[in-house]
């Protein structure tokens, strides 16, 4: 199956901070979504994004699907921003989603 | 906008008992999915539901879970004889029939065995 690489797996920020988040694929997906996991444990879908860019508010995210890989961005950050951020894919078929590690955001004030 | 729901957000149970994780997915939606989390690692598969039959599952998924779709809103998992092991984070997820959809998350169940 799949093999899923986060990077980094810890980043520390001060407030205000742009970051960069980065997800490798061992082979080619064509789901593939961010998620942000709050406090509380919840998954947050932040982009479903298999190939292309896309943005919300302060969050965009670019997936390179020929070369395997996507990028979250996350610009001017604040402190509701930490947490630990995940990427997942999935491939034809019922497509189960196969998640990465995980990287946490720490936001300082 | 429609939300996977899942209950209870917390479960305490003892070693050795069944217990019963309850899921309604999305009302139109026609897959779907248990995941699972061990506190402090990643999310993994465990099992996917189409056309009221298991399509896919993982090692994981051996002889004491099992998964139903009694009616037409519920999914729900069934661990028979609960281990230590299987104190995790669950979550539900269920996905549209229809191609390029992503896959909408419950906000968990919370399992800890005593």
């Known amino acids: 199956g799949i093999q899923v690489e986060q990077s980094p797996p810890d980043l520390i920020l001060q407030e205000g901070a742009n970051s960069t988040l980065r997800c490798n694929f061992s082979?080619?997906?064509?789901?593939l979504q961010w998620f942000h996991q709050n406090p509380w444990g919840q998954l947050i879908n932040l982009f479903y994004i298999p190939s292309g860019t896309k943005q919300n508010g302060r969050l965009s995210a670019t997936t390179v699907a020929t070369e395997r890989y996507s990028l979250l961005y996350i610009s001017s950050s604040q402190t509701t921003d930490s947490g630990v951020y995940f990427c997942a894919g999935g491939v034809q078929g019922a497509q189960k989603l196969v998640f990465g590690q995980g990287t946490r955001l720490t936001i300082n004030p | 906008e429609p939300e996977v729901t899942q209950t209870p957000s917390h479960q305490v149970t003892q070693m050795g008992q069944e217990v019963i994780l309850r899921c309604v997915p999305i009302s139109n939606h026609l897959y779907f999915y248990w995941y699972r989390q061990i506190l402090g690692q990643k999310v993994e598969f465990l099992v996917s539901f189409y056309n009221n039959e298991i399509s896919e599952k993982s090692e994981i998924f051996d002889d004491q879970f099992s998964v139903e779709r009694p009616d037409g809103s519920n999914f729900t998992l069934k661990i028979r004889s609960t281990k230590l092991e299987d104190s995790a984070m669950y979550f539900c997820?269920?996905?549209?029939?229809?191609?390029?959809?992503?896959?909408?998350f419950g906000d968990g169940t919370r399992l800890s065995i005593l």
């Open positions: 997820a269920s996905r549209g029939d229809w191609g390029g959809q992503p896959q909408h």
């Open positions: 082979d080619s997906v064509n789901n």
